[in-house]
């Protein structure tokens, strides 16, 4: 069971290896590549909007990912698209993902427990995000005050992905960082995932009742 589970992991994480190769769909080369798309040249800053519409083109485009994403309009997700989008697919597992921008050049403080209340959801995958151009994963908070943070930027030893069982310890990190939740950078994405049309449901339900982002 473990030797499954551990093959898998190393499968995807192959989908992921700095190369230009098509078999890396989510590689750094083609996301770069793809944000072109969008008008986004490569070595530019992807702002929240292209960074999902890349991910949900990558997703597409990658058959061994059994998943679809919904990139949401206008900071809303339109419950009748997202169960349709269920329907014409295969498997029931839906990443869900919000760009949004909430404030000007600071997090207004309005938004505040409206973010708290993300993290809390069962199903949510945290905020893509940063400050003073720098990116950062948001994973939770602490206290209602502090955010827990995964920092993509830091450096390690590459791994050779040739090794049919190469380690794939460096890629469960096990160190995070915090700060203080109003200093979240105002343009963000906030991400959650479902792997069943039961989840999405419960999922759109909740959101609904805390007046988040949810219409028909």
């Known amino acids: 069971m473990y030797k499954r589970q551990d093959d898998r992991e190393r499968q995807l994480l192959r989908l992921f290896r700095d190369t230009t190769e098509q078999s890396a769909g989510f590689s750094i080369h083609n ?23 890349v991910l949900r083109d990558c997703v597409q485009r990658e058959a061994s990912v059994d998943m679809s994403v919904y990139v949401a309009r206008d900071a809303t997700i339109y419950r009748n698209e997202v169960l349709q989008l269920c329907e014409q697919q ?6 869900i993902l919000v760009p949004n921008r909430l404030g000007l050049s600071e997090l207004n403080d309005m ?15 945290g905020i893509v995000g ?6 950062r994963y948001y994973v939770g908070v602490v ?6 943070y995964l920092d993509p930027h830091t450096v390690q030893p590459v791994v050779n992905m040739d090794n049919a069982q190469f380690s794939v310890d460096s890629y469960h990190p096990t160190q995070h ?5 109003c200093d979240i950078d105002p343009s963000l994405a906030m991400a959650f995932y479902c792997h069943t049309r039961v989840q999405l449901t419960n999922l759109l339900d909740q959101l609904e009742n805390n007046s988040i982002y949810v219409s028909y």
């Open 177 to 181: 960082s915090s700060m203080p939740l």
């Open 31 to 53: 996301i770069a590549m793809r944000g072109e798309e969008y008008g986004t040249c490569v070595g530019e800053w992807f702002g929240p909007q292209v960074a999902c519409d």
């Open 90 to 95: 295969q498997g029931e597992a839906l990443l």
């Open 130 to 135: 940063g400050k003073s151009n720098a990116a």
């Open 143 to 148: 206290d209602s005050r502090d955010v827990l």
């Open 111 to 125: 938004y505040l427990s409206q973010l708290l209340t993300v993290f809390q959801q069962s199903h949510s995958m």
